[in-house]
């Protein structure tokens, strides 16, 4: 079992910037791989930004390529999203997500455990 908790959510103007962290507890974090994803009010989940186990494979959608930064601290079983030139259109509810298997994956059913969810407002 794996419990995740995010933090680092709230209201930011376009242009500025935001650092989400996720804390995990419970079975060994550094086996597993990380992933962001958000949704919008009456849109589906989508992915974000993903990393691997070891923190040295990272993938991105393309909406947010260039802006937003995943990473990782397996030291304080700890994902982090670095979300920098934010635009209204990045305003969702952001979940932290992990999978019980090493490499990274896209899609929201290859994860296993999610977190509750932290709110990002960016405003124009």
Avoid: H
């Amino acid at each position: 079992q794996v419990q995740l908790v995010e933090s680092g959510g709230g209201l930011v103007q376009a242009g500025g910037s935001l650092r989400l962290s996720c804390a995990a507890s419970g079975r060994t974090f550094s086996s597993n791989a990380m992933g962001w994803f958000r949704q919008a009010p009456g849109k589906d989940r989508e992915f974000v930004a993903a990393i691997n186990w070891r923190g040295d494979s990272t993938y991105y959608a393309d909406s947010v390529k260039g802006r937003f930064t995943i990473s990782r601290d397996n030291a304080k079983n700890t994902v982090y999203l670095q979300m920098n030139s934010l635009k209204p259109e990045d305003t969702a509810v952001y979940f932290c997500a992990a999978r019980v298997r090493p490499l990274a994956a896209l899609r929201p059913y290859e994860y296993d455990y999610w977190g509750q969810g932290t709110q990002v407002t960016v405003s124009s």
